[in-house]
């Protein structure tokens, strides 16, 4: 039996010789509670997520760091404990793949998301990453003494098997018998499973010797984009020792006000390998040239410095950087982090700049000695940190086009979006 009351818009049907009667707005106010309960509850766990990537700390000095875009932020997060670990993927190795990176950090960084998409699209086991120490910088630190090997492991074992090492029996097996090779430059998804995938039915083991810039940027699947961006932002993470200090270095800079973080790519081997000499005395310029032909694998030799300038392939000289500022209208009394290695030609070079903009300051003048000696001679994990203040920064400003612009400039986005979807 059911009961109707038109003026007062009350239904109940007797159940069990009850009858209770529900108003419409009680289920009305009823239904947006438990809408907005799941929308607050899908906020927190999003927050907490990115919270593994980024230090409490960035998360509620964001209004800081971001006051331009993001507005009046004010969030904290509570620390929470880790979150369980994914399930392994389930599935029959191919054989292993042993990489070495090449290049400075942020090129590595780039090319590992790459060779774990490569792995993940072949059904392959990856062994840790090689980093390279046979660049100019000649930086011998390993994959473990910048990122977090436990973590990078951990977080991608729910798309692909990764392994510190090779186990000692392929090792053994396979001593003289690794198949060593660059894959083609910028290729697609085609080339790796015609052309490399086949490969490991004539050995379980396969060494990419060079990782620059193998893996097509675009029209690839989109599984693998989000794959690339997931190692990227999530698994690619810094040791506790170097996200320690470079938290230290934001702190120390936000102490002290806003401040700006110039990537001056005015650094001798970026002079060397671009043949950009504007600006430089003749005996550097024949430095630089000689430091050009001193590694084989830089290609060009000869270049005419005025012409690639020309052509806009050069950095900014720290002169034109201060022009560009003022250009800019920044403010003269702004606080900037130089986020970069040594300038060439130091403090010379840096007179302009100085001069246009006082409050100058880099990691030498705001940490002590002993904190930056167990980084010296190591420039991946300086430059680790140099990433981590440029993207907590307030303003961002490149002065090259290059690996370290693109990656930081993803990371700023990545940040802004995450925390756009949760307001």
């Known amino acids: 039996m059911e009961i109707r009351s038109e003026s007062v818009g009350l239904r109940s049907e007797k159940l069990g010789g009850s009858s209770p ?15 907005s309960s799941i929308l607050v509850w899908t906020c927190l766990v999003q927050l907490v997520a990115v919270g593994e990537l980024w230090h409490p700390r960035f998360i509620t000095n964001l209004t800081t760091r971001f006051s ?27 054989g292993f793949l042993k990489v070495s990176c ?11 998301c790459d060779m774990v998409a490569v792995a993940r699209l072949l059904n392959l086991t990856l062994v840790v990453p090689e980093l390279d120490k046979t660049s100019f910088w000649a930086d011998p630190s390993d994959f473990e003494d910048i990122f977090d090997v436990r973590h990078f492991i951990d977080s991608l074992r729910d798309e692909v098997r990764i392994v510190r090492r090779l186990p000692k029996r392929i090792s053994k097996k396979y001593r003289h018998g690794v198949l060593e090779m660059p894959p083609v430059s910028w290729s697609n998804e085609n080339y ?19 990782t620059d810039a193998r893996l097509a940027n675009n029209m690839i699947p989109l599984e693998l984009q989000k794959l690339r961006c ?20 934001v702190h120390i800079l936000h102490q002290r006000g806003p401040f700006m973080a110039l990537h001056l790519r005015y650094e001798m081997d970026m002079l060397a390998f671009s043949g950009c000499t504007h600006g430089c005395k003749q005996e550097e310029a024949e430095e630089l040239k000689r430091l050009r032909y001193a590694y084989p694998w830089w290609r060009e030799k ?28 920044i403010d003269k009394e702004t606080q900037i982090y130089v986020a970069a290695g040594e300038i060439y030609g130091s403090e ?15 990691k030498e003048t705001l940490l002590d000695p002993l904190e930056l000696q ?50």
């Open 302 to 329: 000869e270049i005419n410095s005025v012409e690639r300038r020309s052509q806009g392939l050069c950095p900014l000289t720290p002169e034109e950087a201060a022009l560009v500022l003022q250009a800019l209208g």
């Open 348 to 362: 010379r070079r840096l007179a302009a700049l100085r001069a246009a903009f006082p409050r100058i300051v880099r």
């Open 102 to 112: 090449n290049g400075g950090l942020n090129q590595m960084r780039s090319a590992i």
């Open 68 to 94: 331009q875009i993001a507005g009046p932020l004010h969030v904290q997060v509570a620390v929470q404990p880790p979150p369980p670990l994914p399930p392994p993927r389930n599935y029959t190795s191919n």
């Open 374 to 423: 167990q980084f010296q001679n190591h420039s991946s994990q300086m430059a680790a940190l140099d990433f981590m203040v440029s993207v907590a920064s307030n303003t961002f400003v490149p002065t090259y086009d290059g690996n370290m612009a693109k990656v930081v400039e993803g990371h700023r986005r990545y940040i802004v979006i995450v925390y756009a979807s949760l307001f």
């Open 230 to 249: 997931r190692v990227n932002f999530q698994a690619l993470k810094f040791t506790p020792q170097i996200e320690s200090l470079g938290h230290k270095l």
């Open 192 to 210: 790796y499973l015609q052309q490399i995938l086949p490969l490991f039915n004539k050995s379980k083991v396969l060494h990419f010797n060079r």
């Open 21 to 35: 009667v529900i108003p419409r707005k009680r289920l009305q106010v009823w239904f947006i509670r438990v809408c």
